[in-house]
């Protein structure tokens, strides 16, 4: 008889993948949680060299202080500056902002310029900072010139907003399950339906950097 162990491992594994959309990336969001740290230096490892024409906006949750450690590994791992988003400041190309502990970091267009913005209104998806509202704003900066990534986290923040950033027109990827510390966010993305890839942590890096370079999928 089948467990419900692994009737819950077979309901895991059933996902739908879309194709690919030919829109070439103008910025990188990635989400992450539990694992997060670990699995972004490895992915920034692979792509620092892919992310000089694009900015990265970088939501893992993670309470004050420790975002600010974060970003100080993350810029030695990518070889790219990488702080805290600031309230007001202006989104430049090769740079890596991440949420800071404690408030949703979200962008919003100002004239010509993606400009982000701190909000600290009430966690989302139980999390603050919150990977839904930043993916969700930057569709309204970016429309579908987006890729998105979902690492390893526990829970399913992400979700809605790979769904929005899909139908905008934009790619997402998620981590697959056996690389992941936990598969809650990742598996979560990838039951929408509506990622193009899920894909071994690894594979991740290379995918990534390939889109932002202008390579075919």
């Not at 467990?3 to 969001?29: C, D, E, K």
Request: aromatic share 4%.
């Amino acid at each position: 008889p089948v467990t419900a162990a692994a009737a819950a491992r077979g309901a895991r594994a059933a996902f739908t993948l879309r194709s690919y959309s030919a829109n070439r990336p103008r910025a990188l969001l990635i989400g992450s949680s539990t694992g997060g740290p670990q699995a972004l230096n490895a992915l920034f490892g692979h792509i620092g060299s892919a992310i000089g024409n694009v900015p990265v906006l970088l939501t893992q949750h993670m309470p004050p202080t420790f975002t600010a450690i974060l970003a100080e590994h993350l810029s030695k791992s990518a070889g790219r500056h990488a702080a805290e988003g600031q309230d007001g400041e202006v989104v430049m190309p090769g740079r890596i902002y991440v949420a800071p502990g404690g408030k949703h970091m979200l962008v919003h267009k100002t004239g010509t310029e993606a400009v982000i913005r701190l909000n600290d209104g009430p966690p989302v998806n139980f999390c603050k900072p919150a990977v839904d509202p930043m993916f969700r704003s930057a569709v309204e900066v970016w429309g579908g010139a987006l890729l998105g990534v979902i690492l390893t986290g526990m829970g399913s923040d992400g979700a809605g907003g790979v769904v929005s950033l899909a139908q905008a027109g934009g790619n997402v990827i998620a981590q697959d399950e056996e690389t992941s510390v936990v598969w809650g966010m990742p598996g979560a993305a990838a039951q929408t339906g509506m990622c193009a890839d899920v894909l071994p942590l690894d594979e991740v890096g290379r995918k990534v950097s390939r889109l932002l370079m202008g390579g075919r999928p």
